[in-house]
C-alpha cells in the first residue's frame, strides 16, 4: 500500500522534472525570425500529422475498445484505453517540446557545442523521462485502483486481464506511431534526398528543396514520437508481464503483494536514478559528446545499481523468500545482469555503428569499388551485428534462469527496462539536433552552427541504434517470460476448466516433437519477413511520390531553383501524412489478426473438439517464440546495419577514401538510402510488432475463457 | 532383396544415361580454335580450383575420417568417405562436361536456339542424372552391402550410423563446395563487372577483361559443381533420414526391410521418370525457352505419380499396414503432396524472380529513381519471397502430418527431393550456356548467338532459383525429419542406458517452456545470420582483390586496352582460388563445430551430470530447429532476391525504363552486383549448413553412445 503511493511520487517527479525542462527549454533564445518562421512551419505539419494519425488509430481503438468491453467487461477495457491514451501523450508532448527545441538548439548552437547539447539534451530527457514516468503512473494507479479502491485480489483475472490490455493499448499505438511515423520520415528523407542531392545537386536541408519541411517534420513524428511509444509500449508490456508471473507464481504466497508491486518499484527508483543522472550530461575538456552521455548513462547505471537493492531490500530482503527456492540476493543479481546486458548491448551496438571502429570503416572503404560492394559490405555487418546481442541474450537468460527461473529473467528484463528514462533521453535529442541543423541550413546561420549540430547528429546514429538495439534486446531477453505468461495463464484456465469450461480437456503440447509447435514456429518467422517486406515497400512508394512531387514543383514554378520563387511546403507534408496514414494500416493489423488467424485455422485443421483447441493453443504458443527467433535478428540486423551505413557515410564526409563528392561519397550516400527504411522505419516496427503478437495471444486466452 | 537390385538397376541406368549423352555432348562440333582455346583455358582453370578444393577438404576429410573409425568403427567411417567420394564424384562429372559443353553450345547456338538449349540441357542432365543416380548408389548399395552381405540387421545401429556418415561425408564436400565455388564465381562476377563494365566501360565477358576467364571458371566451379555437391547431399541426407525414421517407427515390424526400402525405390523410380522426361524438353513453335524445360518437369512428374503409386503397390500396398494407423494409401497421398509443393515452390519463386511479373517489373522500376531505391525494392522482394513458400511448407506439414504423422512428412520429402534428377537438370544447363555466352562474346562471334545464348541464361536465372528454394524447401518441410532423426536416437538410447551408460539418467525436454530451448533455437538461429556474414564479407574480399589485379594489369600493360597485348587470365584464376579455398574454411566450420560447442557449453552451465547433459541435448535440439526457423527465411529472401536483382537488370536491358547505358541500368547492376553474394553464395550454402548441424548432432549422439 505504502509502495505503491511511493511509487506513484517517483512517477510524479517525472513529471516534476519535465514541467521544469519545459519551462528551462521554452525561456530560451528562439533565434530569429526567420528561423521561427521555419520552425513554425516544422511545428505545424507535424502536429498535422499527429493529429491525423492519432484519429485513425483512434478509430481501430474505438472498435477495439468496444470489442474488449463487451468480450471482458469495462475496467479492462479502460486498463486498454489508459494504456493507449498515456502512450500516445508521451509521444505528443515529446514531439510537441522538440518542435520547440530545435529551433533553440540551433540558436544555442551559434555560441557553443555545450550550449547545443545542453538544450538538445534537456529536450531529450523530457521525452525520456515522460515515457518512463507515465507509463509507470499508468500501471500502477490503475493496479492500485483496482486492488485498493475496487478491493480486488492482486492476482484477480480482471487485474490481470486489466494490466495485459493497459499493454495493449500501449503497443497498439507503438506499432502505428511506429510505422506510420517511420514510413513518413523516411519517405521524406529518401525522396528528398534523391531528387534534391541526386538530381538538382542541391544540399540536404536546402530551402529550396519541397521536400525539406516534410523531411524536419519527419524526424519529429518518426524518430521523437515514434519512438517515445515503442519505449512506453515496451516498458508497460515488460512491468505487466511481471506482474502477471509474479501474480501466478506468488499465487498463494504472502509475498503476492510484495512480488507484484516489486517491478513497479525498480520502475520508481529508476526514475529518480535517471533524473540524476541528466545532470551528470556535461560536455567535458575533451569535447566528446559521446562521452557526455556516458557520463550521464554510467551514472545512472551505478545509482541504480544501489536503488534496486534498496528497493529489494525494502520490499522482500535479501534473505530466503517463502514458498520458492531462490532468495532476495538472487532476484538483485538478476536486476544486476539486467543493467549488464544494457551495458553490453549498448557497447556491441556502438562497436558496430560507431565511426570509430572497423565495421563502420570496411563499409566506408568498399564505398571505394563502387555502390554495390558498399551495398554488400552494409549487408555482411548488418548480419554479423545480431551475433554478439544475441550470445549476450542467451548468456542473460542461461545465467538468470540458474538464479531465480523465470522470475530472474523477468526481474532482470525489467531492471533492464527501467533504464527507459535514461536511455530515452540519450536517443530523443538526436531528432532535436537534426532539425537544429536543417533550420541552421535553411535560415542561412554560419557553417559553424551546421557543424555543431552535425557532430551533435553523428552521436545521435549512434546512440538512435542503440535505443532500438535496446528496446528488441528486452525483447529477447523477455522472450521467454513472455512466452511464460502466455503459457501460465493457459495453465491456469485449463486448472480451472470447470469454471472455464472452454479449457475442457484441452492438453497444450510445446514440445518441438509436435508438427503444430514447428508449424507455429514457421509462421512466427516469416511475420517479421512479411511485416519488414512491407514497410520496406511503403517506404519505397511514399518516396517515389515525393519524388514526384517535387519534380513537379520544379518544373512548373521554375523559379524555385533561382530562389525567386518558394516552393510548396505544404503540399509534401499533406502528400506524405496521406500515403503514411493509409500505409501503416495493413502491416499493423498484421499481428494484431494472426494470433487470431492461426487459432482459428489450426483449430479447423486438427480437426476441432479439444485435440483442436490443444493443437491451435500449441501452434500459437510456438508462434510467439517463432516471431522472436527471426524477429530478433531481424531487427537488430537492420537498426545496426542501418546505422553503419549512415556513419559510413558521415566517416568518408569527414574526409576518408576521397571526401564528400567523390565516388565513394556517392556509393556511401546509397548505402545510407538503404539504411534509411531499414533502420528507422521496418527494423525498429519489429519490436512492438513482437510484443503486440504476445500480448493479443493473452487476451484471446482470456476471450476465450469467459 | 529383390528390391534393391531394382533400385540399383534404376540408379545405373542414370549413368548409362549419362554416358550416352556425355558421348552425344563431345560428338557435336566444337567450334574454331579461337573458340577451343578459351574453352580449353576454362576448363584448365576450373580443373585447377577443383584439384585444389578437393585437396583441402581431403586433409578436412582425413581428420574426420580418422574419428570417426577410432569413435564408431571402419564400417561408419566407410560411409562417411562413400559419401564425401561420391558427392565430389557427381560435381567433378558434371563440370568437366560442362566445360566441354560451352563451346560446343556457342558453336550449336550459332545455327538456332534450338540447337542450343537441346545441347545445353543434354549437359545439364547429365548432372542431373548423376547427381541422383551416385547419391542413390551410394546410399543402396551400401545398405545392401552393410544388411545382405554384413548380414547386421536393417536397423542394427551400424547400419543407421553408416548412413549417417554417409550423409555426413556429401554434406561436407557440399559445405564447401558450394562456399568455395560461390566465393570464386561471385568474387570473379563482382570483382570483373566493378572494374570491366563500370570502370573501364567494357562489356561483359570482353577479352580485354583479365578476369572473365575466371568469371567462366567460376560458373562452372559454383553454378554447376557447388550446387551438384548440394543436391547430392540432400538427396542422401533426406533418404538417410526417412531411412532412420523408418527403421525405428517399424524396428519391430514385419514391414522394416521394405519400409527403409521405400525412399530408395522412390527414388529409384523418379529416376527413370526424369530420364524420361528429359527427351520431353524440346523447344515448341512459340520458341518459350521456359515452355520447353515445364514440358520436361510436367512430364516427369506426372509420371512420377504413377511410378510411386507402383512403387508403394509393390513393396507395402495401398492398405492397411501393420503396426501404424496409416494406410499404403495415405503414404502415396503424402508422396503427391511431395510433388504438389515441388510444383509450387516452382510456381512461387518463378513469380518472384520472373520478367513477367510484378516483383522483377517493381524492382526495375525503381531503378529510374536510383541505386538506392533500386537496393530497397529489391530487399523489400527478397523478404517477402519467404512468405508464400513458407506458407507452402507449412500446410505440407499440416497435411501429411494428419495423413501419416512424421513418417508421411518424410515420404513427402523425399519424394519431393526424388525428382532432382530433373530439376538439377533445369538448373545445370544454366552455367552451360553463361559460358557458351562467354565463349561467343570472347571469340566474336555474330550479335544474334550471343542473343540466343541470352534468352537461355534469362531462363537459367530462374531456374537456378527455383533449385535453390527447392533445395532449402526441402529442408523446411523435412525440418520435423530431421529432428525426429534426432529425437528418435536419443530416445533409443536412453531406452537402451545400460548398454549405453553416457545416457544414464538423461531426461531431455524439448518444450519451449524450458530456458535451454529457448537458448537453442536463438543460437541456430544466429548461425544462418553469422554464416551468411561471413560469406558476404568473403566475396566482398574476394572481389576487391581482383579489381587490384585487373587495375594493376591495367597500368602495366596498357596495350591490352588496345588489344595489343594479352592480359594474363591465368593470375585472376589462381588469385581467386587462393582466395575462395581460405575463406571457405571458417565458415564451413562453424556448422560442423556449433553442435558440439553447444553441448559442452551448456553440460557445463547446467552444472554437469545427468541433468547438465538433459540440459545440454535440449538446447541441441532446439538448435536444429532454430537454424532452421531463420535459415529458411534467409535462404529464400537471398536466393529469390538475388534472382529477382538479376532479371530487372536482364528487363531493362530488354528496352524497358530506358535500357541499357540509360540510369535506370547503371541503378539495375547495382542491384545485381548485390544480388550476386546473396543468391550465389551465402544463400544457397545455407541449405548444406542446415543439414550438416543436423547431422552432426546425430553423429555427436553416436559418439557419446560409443
Redesign the interface.
Known sequence: MTALWVIVLCGALSIVYAIWATSSVLKSDAGNPRMQEIAAAVAEGAQAYLRRQYMTIGMVGVVIFALLAYFLGMLVAIGFLIGAVLSGAAGFIGMNVSVRANVRTAQAATTSLAGGLELAFKAGAITGLLVAGLALLGVTIYFAYLTQFMGLKANDRVVVDALVALGFGASLISIFARLGGGIFTKGAD?GG??VGK?EAGIPEDDPRNPATIADNVGDNVGDCAGMAADLFETYAVTAVATMVLAAIFFATSPLLVSMMTLPLAIGGVCIITSIIGTFFVKLGASQSIMGALYKGLIATGALSLLGVAAVIHWLIGFGELAGVKYTGMALFQCGVIGLAVTGLIIWITEYYTGTDYRPVKSIAS?SV?????N???G??????A??MP??V??AG??VT??LAG?FG?AIATTTMLALAGMIVALDAFGPVTDNAGGIAEMAGLPKEVRKSTDALDAVGNTTKAVTKGYAIGSA?LG??VL??AY?EDLKFFIANAPKHPYFQGVLP?????N?Y???G???G??LP??F???G??A??RA??AI?EEVRRQFREKPGIMQGTDKPDYGKAVDLLTKAAIKEMIVPSLLPVLSPIFVYFV?YA??GGGAAGKSAAFSAV??ML??VI??G??VAI?MTSGGGAWDNAKKYIEDGHFGGKGSDAHKAA??G???GD??KDTAGPAVNPMIKITNIVALLLLAILAH
Do not use: R
Open positions: 529518401v534526398d534523391l541526386v568498399s569499388t563502387g555502390h554495390g560492394t551495398v554488400i559490405q549487408l555482411a555487418i548488418s548480419m554479423e545480431t551475433a544475441a550470445i541474450i542467451i537468460i542461461l534462469y540458474s523465470l529473467i529477447g522472450a521467454l512466452f511464460a503459457n503440447d510445446f514440445s518441438l516433437n508438427p509447435v514447428v508449424v514456429l514457421l509462421f518467422g516469416l519477413y512479411l519488414g517486406a512491407l520496406m515497400t517506404v519505397g518516396a517515389g519524388v489450426i485443421i486438427a504458443g510456438a517464440l517463432g527467433v527471426t530478433l535478428f540486423s550516400v546509397t545510407d538510402t538503404v527504411p531499414y
